[in-house]
Every structure is written in C-alpha cells, then in structure tokens.
C-alpha cells in the first residue's frame, strides 16, 4: 500500500490494516525458527560456527539481544532431530501451533516459556501440558501483563511449597573438576562473596559484547559460553606469564604425530600435551601461535626422534604486532593485544613465512571463526582485509577492522 493510499483511510481501517500485517510478520518470523531450528541439526557446524545463534546474527547483522530470543523461540518451539533421523518433539508444542497461526506475539512467547521453564521436573506431563494450553489461550486475547499473572498462580498450584532449602552451607571456595575420556573437563564449585568479586571482576569486562563487531552480538552465544570463553582468557594470560608455574612458561606446546601433508589437508590427528588427541583442524588452529615439537614415528607409530621445541612467533614479533595492529583484526572487534594470538595469513606448512607481513593478531574466538568458515583474509598494503561469506554479504565486499584515533592498550 503506497503512502498515498495509505492518507484515504480512517482511522477504524488503518488499526484494522496494521493488526493484519502484525499477524503476518508474527507468521513470518515462525518461518525463520523454522529454519533456525533446520540449521540448528549441524547445519551451523557444517559453515564454520560453534553455534546456529552466531550464524544467524552473521546473516542478520544485529547486535542486540533480539538474535538469542529468537533463536530460544526457534529451538523451543520446533522439533528437533537426533544423529540416527529420529524427531525430538518441541519443548512447547502447543507454543508453536499458536505461532505458526499468527495468534500469539513474539512476545506472548517469551513469557510463557518464563513460566513454563520454573515448572519442577517433577510435575506430571499432563499437569505441564495443561498449563501450557492454559497460557496460550489466554495470550490468544490478553496481554504480556496477564501472562505474568497467570503463569504465578500456575507455579503457585504446581510447587506451593517453593525452592527447597540448603541443608548445609556452601563452603568458602571449592572446584570439582570432572575429567573426559575425550580429554574435556567439566567442573562446577563455590566462591565466597569476596572471593566471587573477585573472580567476576575479571570475567565481567572479558565477556562484555562488542557492539561494532557483526559476529559479536548481545548475549549471542549464551551467558555460559561467554563467560566460558572470558575464563580461558584469564588462563591464556596466566599461561604466558614469565612467572607461570607450568612447564613451558610460555603459550601453547603442540606435539605433531602426524605427516605434514595430513596437517594440511585437516585429515588425521594430533596429540596435545602427550595426553589428549585433537583432530588436525585443531592443530592447524594451534600451529599458528606455539611451540611445535615435531616427533618422527616409525610405521608402527613408536617414537624414533624427537625434535627440539622451536617457536614460530617470537616474544619481538609479537609486540610489533600489537604496535601494528593494536589488538585483534577481525572487523568491530575490539580485544586488545594481550588477548590475542599470532595467525599466519599464508600458513606456515604451506610455505608461509613467519614475518609481520604474513601474520595478525585475532582474538582466540575470530581466530578459529578464520580456520572453520568461509570468511577470508589477505594482506593489502601491509594491512588486513577480511572476505565474508556469500551468507553474510551476498556482494563479499572486503572489511577491514580501521584502527580508533587513539591507539588501543597492550
């Protein structure tokens, strides 16, 4: 409708016109959790992503908590798939059938996920089903307000009696770390309130977003998985203190045991640390900012030599990079020098030579972005250009990440 059409309406016409398009963008955006939830099974893997909230905030080119709303809606209210092909029903069913019809808001959404994520694991299935027909009927002709109201005295039936308390205190500090057969580790613990400052003192800024930055959205990789990668930082810097209690005393070591050409072609394995193996994708993210020691093997895979450690990229280089480039490359992303590792444009088993004209600093999260995606990078006039895929800019058109007026701390 043009504007012209638009002035010859009443008032009555042009509220009952705009109700229409709601219901229609409502419709729409069950379309795109759709397809979230498709690329949600691997797809998101598949393009270089850890996850699908950080492709569709590539593709959409937002930077507010809106990408992990919508993702969260996707997620819960379409089914999934597990590895054999088998469908996983939706965690609101009755959620999503309302959408799809265009009956109930985003928003309406949002809220009766609120309450139906308090409801105890203990609650019967039916009871949990009924309280999900119940709000979504309600939200067919109430308001976000009502959901609130209702969703209370539905907690309030469900679990009257509330959290149950903790026996006993917590202690002042403790971790527990779990380790995997695969070499992973989970851990969980307790921190004191001061102890807890702290610690958050240091997390805080680190897991901050980065609004100029078009892969780094609000809140767009979750609250645990940015925080997870503000704590490896923390770890980074205390491994590459001159004063670190491990035996390096330096950045990462890589042990290879496997031939250069399957490094090159990401086939085959690696191990770190003698201990846990790693594919050579992995490697290949690690080779760029290491000690490599290589290890010569046998047919049998017994050990005949082993070489001396030998560092790529030297303490010197490192600090002319953070001269250079004052911090990490990527385009919006604003880590500073210390945060960052060295990455080779060309790479160093391919014939890359380890020089300021070959690297750039990235941050460790754009730096395995570079090695797992189709984004691009290349030097123009000493300067790093960043390609981004077809996806995020059907046009590709170069980026690159212009330094402030002032330069950034190392």
């Known amino acids: 409708m043009s504007q012209r059409e638009l002035w010859r309406c009443s008032a009555r016409e042009a509220a009952g016109l705009l109700q229409e398009k709601f219901v229609a963008l409502w419709r729409l955006e069950s379309q795109l959790c759709r397809i979230i939830a498709h690329l949600d099974n691997g797809g998101a893997r598949e393009l270089g992503y850890t996850g699908v909230t950080g492709l569709v905030a590539d593709i959409a080119r937002s930077s507010g908590p809106g990408v992990t709303k919508l993702v969260k809606r996707a997620l819960v209210t379409n089914p999934s798939y597990s590895v054999g092909g088998v469908e996983i029903p939706a965690a609101a069913p009755v959620v999503g059938e309302a959408v799809r019809e265009g009956e109930i808001s985003p928003e309406h959404v949002d809220g009766i996920v609120r309450v139906l994520e308090k409801i105890p694991a203990t609650v019967s299935v039916e009871d949990r089903e009924f309280a999900e027909r119940s709000l979504v009927g309600l939200a067919r002709h109430a308001g976000i307000g009502e959901i609130g109201t209702l969703g209370k005295e539905i907690l309030g039936r469900l679990d009257p009696d509330g959290t149950e308390p903790r026996e006993s205190p917590e202690p002042k500090r403790a971790l527990n770390i779990h380790q995997r057969k695969d070499g992973s580790a989970k851990f969980d613990g307790y921190l004191d309130p001061i ?30 998985e940015r925080y997870g990668d503000a704590f490896m930082e923390i770890v980074n810097l205390a491994a590459s203190h001159p004063e670190s209690p491990n035996r390096s005393g330096g950045r990462a070591d890589l042990i290879v045991t496997i031939p250069l050409a399957d490094l090159k072609r990401e086939l085959g394995a690696a191990c770190l640390d003698m201990v846990t193996d ?8 690690l080779a760029c900012d290491c000690k490599i020691i290589p290890a010569i093997l046998d047919g049998a895979g017994q050990p005949l030599e082993m070489g001396r450690a030998r560092r790529l990229v030297t303490e010197a280089m490192r600090l002319m990079l953070a001269i250079r480039d004052r911090g990490c490359c990527f385009p919006g992303c604003s880590r500073r020098p210390r945060h960052c590792e060295a990455h080779h444009v060309l790479p160093w088993y391919a014939g890359g030579k380890t020089d300021l004209g070959n690297l750039t600093l990235l941050c460790s999260r754009h730096h395995r972005l570079l090695h797992t995606s189709d984004w691009t990078l290349r030097m123009v006039n000493g300067q790093p250009e960043f390609t981004p895929p077809a996806f995020v800019d059907p046009w590709r058109r170069p980026r690159t990440n212009r330094p402030t007026a002032q330069p950034r701390a190392a």
């Open 195 to 224: 102890s807890a400052a702290k610690t958050l003192a240091l997390l805080d800024p680190l897991a901050q977003t980065q609004p100029d930055d078009p892969s780094d959205n609000p809140l767009l990789r979750g609250r645990a």
């Open 278 to 285: 790693i594919t050579a994708s992995e490697a290949r993210i």
